[in-house]
C-alpha cells in the first residue's frame, strides 16, 4: 500500500484482481507451492526433532520414577507401553535446569513422532513436581495423539483427555478396545479420527479447559464431519474416585453395544415381514373379489421371490463348476 500510494480501498479491489484474474498482471503459479505448502516452518521442525530425541532416549517406565508416579495415579499400576517412557533430564525453561519426567509420544495417523507430552517429576518421590507450568508438550500436539492400545473392539474406541487417564481406562479394557489419549479438552476438536471407531467415547479432563457446553458441542460437531458419533464423559477426580470413572464408562459402552446388536434384529424382523405373504383376514371388510383379488397378488409375489431365489442359486452353482472346457477351447482356437 504505501510503495504504490494506494489506499485502503484501492488495496482490496488490487487484491480481489490478483486473486481473480492473475493472468492479466502476468502471474503464474510457484511450481513448488504444494511442497512449500505441507513444508513444517523451521521453527517448529526444530521442535519436533527435538521432541523425537527425547523420545528415543527414553527408557522403559518399569522401575523408574515414572513407574512410581503411575502407580500412585492407577489402582493397577501400569501395564508396560512402548509410547510412555521415563527420561532422567529433561529441560524445564522454568527453571533452566534439568528434571526427571514421564514422556508420552505423539504421533501423527502413519506412527509418526511428532511430539511429547512431557510430565515433570519430584527427583525424590516421583510424585509430580512443583512447578507451575508442570506438564507441556514439545513439538506439534495439534492433530496427533498418544496411542494407548491398538484393541480390536469394533463398536467403539476410547480418547481421553491425560495420560493419567488414559493409562487407567487401560488398565480396565476388558474389551480389548482402542484407546488414545491427548494433552487438552480442546486438542478433542482437532485430533486424527481416521484410525478410530464410528463410536467415540470421549472422556474429559478435570484438571486442565473448563468444561462447558460450548466445548462439548464444538467436539461433537467436529466428530460428526468426520461421520463419527461421540459421547462425552464429564471429567472425574480419579486420584479420589477410580471406580466412578470406569462406571461411567461402562455404562456408556452398554448402551452403544445394546444398540448396535438391536439394528441387526430391526433388519432381520423386517426381512421376515418382507417375506411373509399378505393374506387377507377373514374379518376384514372386503368383497369375496377383493379377496381373490389380493391372495392371487401375494402368492405371485412369493413366487416370484422363489423363482429369483431359484435362479441366484443356479448362477452361483454354475460360478462354482470347473472352468476347465472353456480354457481348453480358448486353447484348441
Known sequence: MNKEELSYKDALFKADQIITEPERLSLEANPLHDQ???????????????????FND???????????YLNGISDKGVKENDNIRFHNHVYSSETRTNHPALIAGLTNSDGEIKGIEVT??????????????????????????????DGIQADYSIVAVGIENAIHINNHNHENADIVSVPNNRDCRTFDTDNLRDNIIIVLNQENTAVNDKLIEEI????????????????????QNPSMLIDNIKSVIEDITTQDKAIPDSILQLNQEINIPTLPDDNTNLTNTEKVAINSISIDNQLERENSKNFIDKEQ????????????????R
Open 36 to 54: 512449500l505448502k505441507a513444508a513444517t516452518p523451521l521453527k517448529q521442525s526444530q521442535l519436533e526433532s527435538r521432541a523425537k530425541q527425547y
Open 58 to 68: 527414553g527408557l522403559p517406565v518399569t522401575n523408574s520414577l515414572a513407574e512410581v
Open 120 to 149: 515433570y517429576l519430584n527427583s525424590e518421590t516421583g510424585d509430580i513436581s512443583d512447578l507451575k507450568i508442570n506438564k507441556r508438550v514439545l513439538g506439534t500436539k495439534s492433530g496427533n495423539s498418544i496411542p494407548i492400545n
Open 220 to 239: 461433537t460437531d467436529r466428530l460428526e464431519r468426520d461421520g463419527k458419533h461421540a459421547t462425552i464423559i464429564e471429567p472425574v477426580d480419579i486420584s
Open 317 to 332: 452353482s454354475n460360478s462354482h463348476s470347473s472352468p476347465q472346457p472353456e480354457l481348453d477351447r480358448e486353447l484348441t
